[in-house]
């Protein structure tokens, strides 16, 4: 049977992916490459200390492939609005979203700085995608932000992003359930997803609400049981719930999210949770 040898410079490597960097060793000595340019060269611990002080994308922003690296000042301004954001009480899932967002502009637009960026070359690139109404409402805040912020830092002396025209978000079209629907999944789910279902039909969550429903968000008082329910942007209500769905959240779990992911001490994700129910 072969043995394989690990690399023992893969956790280094690990941390650097998630930082948008990649690593090349050559003996005792490491090189870091943001891009095509050398940023760093030591030793393994001298390499250790430098990525500490690199923001990691990882749960909150997002793995970058190293092929996809943007050029270094464009990256130092993109990370520098990130904490900004973050800073702000954004959550993290709109912090990776914006982050995208100007991330994509950057990279396509293949220039080297915000500051040589156009308001021409914002129109290029946005006219031609097929996106939905929504989502170009949204890229063009995330620009309007960004560059705001760089303003701000005096990297850009205009926002080439507030020439682009304002978006009207789509009109949402409910599509609810029918009650054969209901009742085949009601009769047929498995325990963990049936308690998904219940918290969406019977309670109003939103998908991303049902990720994040904790053992400690079911409170009672003399007027019955209530479950604190946290929303987009990190706002919570309450919202009051059946005896019968109470009851159902304290057989499905004693302590902790009710969803637990595969880290200890987190939830699922919205988007598992939505392929769990559905």
């Given at each position: 049977m072969s043995t394989t040898t690990r690399d023992p410079a893969h956790p280094l490597r690990k941390r650097a992916y998630r930082r948008g960097l990649v690593i090349a060793k050559d003996g005792d000595t490491f090189r870091i490459l943001e891009g095509q340019d050398v940023v760093f060269t030591g030793s393994e611990p001298d390499v250790e200390q430098y990525l500490q002080t690199r923001p990691a994308r990882g749960g909150n922003v997002g793995r970058i492939h190293p092929l996809y690296t943007l050029p270094q000042e464009w990256q130092r301004a993109v990370d520098?609005?990130?904490?900004?954001?973050?800073i702000g009480g954004q959550s993290p899932n709109t912090v990776r979203l914006r982050y995208d967002h100007v991330r994509m502009i950057a990279r396509r637009s293949t220039t080297q700085r915000p500051q040589d960026i156009t308001l021409g070359d914002l129109v290029r690139l946005s006219s031609g995608q097929t996106w939905s109404r929504e989502h170009r409402k949204g890229v063009r805040g995330s620009l309007v932000s960004f560059f705001d912020w760089c303003i701000s830092n005096a990297i850009v002396?205009?926002?080439?992003?507030?020439?682009?025209?304002?978006?009207?978000?789509?009109?949402?079209?409910?599509?609810?359930?029918?009650?054969?629907?209901?009742?085949?999944?009601?009769?047929?789910?498995?325990?963990?997803?049936?308690?998904?279902?219940?918290?969406?039909?019977?309670?109003?969550?939103?998908?991303?609400?049902?990720?994040?429903?904790?053992?400690?968000?079911?409170?009672?008082?003399?007027?019955?049981?209530?479950?604190?329910?946290?929303?987009?942007?990190?706002?919570?209500?309450?919202?009051?719930?059946?005896?019968?769905?109470?009851?159902?959240?304290?057989?499905?779990?004693?302590h902790g999210f009710l969803f637990p992911g595969k880290l200890t001490g987190t939830s699922v994700c919205n988007t598992s949770a939505l392929r769990s129910a559905g």
């Open positions: 520098g609005w990130v904490e900004w954001l973050r002396d205009t926002n080439p992003a507030t020439g682009l025209p304002s978006v009207r978000g789509d009109t949402p079209r409910p599509r609810p359930a029918t009650d054969d629907v209901w009742r085949d999944l009601i009769d047929n789910a498995p325990p963990r997803e049936l308690l998904m279902i219940r918290l969406a039909g019977e309670a109003g969550l939103r998908r991303g609400e049902v990720a994040l429903c904790h053992r400690n968000d079911l409170i009672e008082d003399p007027r019955g049981a209530s479950l604190i329910v946290h929303g987009k942007g990190r706002k919570q209500r309450v919202v009051p719930i059946t005896d019968s769905l109470a009851e159902a959240i304290r057989a499905y779990c004693q």
